[in-house]
T-cell receptor
Framework: NAGVTQTPKFRILKIGQSMTLQCTQD?????MYWYRQDPGMGLKLIYY???????DKGEVPNGYNVSRSTTEDFPLRLELAAPSQTSVYFC????????????FGPGTRLTVT | AQTVTQSQPEMSVQEAETVTLSCTYD???????LFWYKQPPSRQMILVIR??????QNATENRFSVNFQKAAKSFSLKISDSQLGDAAMYFC???????????????FGKGTKLSVKP
């Protein structure tokens, strides 16, 4: 049981490049989330999904896109990378029932230069 | 919208001593969940403890306990018998049970960096 896995762990992008951050969970959770963590800040929600085929924007969605074709996978796409997207990205998943604990992946540190 | 405030950017504690981390939140909802997460240098987010708002009894997990004051909207974390491995960032988080908005995402405070001195 691997929990939530994310790839890659680290990435450096040039301004204007694009990339996809991968996220997979093996706990059969319906709810999945993408957060970003900037230095000295808590995590902020980028996008979330309540099940395969259903996604919606969170607090900071600009510059990102997501898809959810399966229960297990929830990739995050960065289009036209900008320095403001330098951050640590976390994927998380949770059950739809109490106690609603969110399980986090190990994070991806992304630098855009 | 709900907000979470952690007023202590950094705290320090001597090994084996007790430390309390503060968290306040703002909400108009009556039912919700509160969490404390630990983030060591490895970056992994680890759940420390959770509290259901409808429960008056404070949650406890081994050396970790909370002081939940619903009327004051306060949710502090007490770490007893501090150990070197407790050194980390600690985040307080709020989860709404109102499904009219984002589905169950966590709203985080900015975190408190805890150092443990040997």
């Amino acid at each position: 049981n691997a929990g939530v896995t994310q790839t890659p762990k680290f990435r450096i992008l040039k301004i204007g490049q694009s990339m996809t951050l991968q996220c997979t969970q093996d706990m059969n959770h319906n709810y999945m989330y993408w957060y970003r963590q900037d230095p000295g800040m808590g995590l902020k929600l980028i996008y979330y999904s309540v099940g395969a085929g259903i996604t919606d924007k969170g607090e900071v969605p600009n510059g990102y896109n997501v898809s959810r074709s399966t229960t297990e996978d929830f990739p995050l796409r960065l289009e036209l990378a900008a320095p403001s997207q330098t951050s640590v990205y976390f994927c998380a998943s949770s059950y739809t029932q109490p106690p609603y604990e969110q399980y986090f992946g190990p994070g991806t540190r992304l630098t855009v230069t | 919208a709900q907000t979470v405030t952690q007023s202590q950017p950094e705290m320090s504690v001597q090994e084996a001593e007790t430390v309390t981390l503060s968290c306040t939140y703002d909400t108009s909802e009556s039912d919700y969940y509160l969490f404390w997460y630990k983030q060591p240098p490895s970056r992994q987010m680890i759940l420390v403890i959770r509290q259901e708002a409808y429960k008056q009894q404070n949650a406890t997990e081994n050396r970790f306990s909370v002081n939940f004051q619903k009327a004051a909207k306060s949710f502090s974390l007490k770490i007893s018998d501090s150990q070197l491995g407790d050194a980390a960032m600690y985040f307080c988080a709020y989860r709404s049970l109102n499904y009219g908005g984002s589905q169950g995402n966590l709203i985080f405070g900015k975190g408190t960096k805890l150092s443990v001195k040997p």
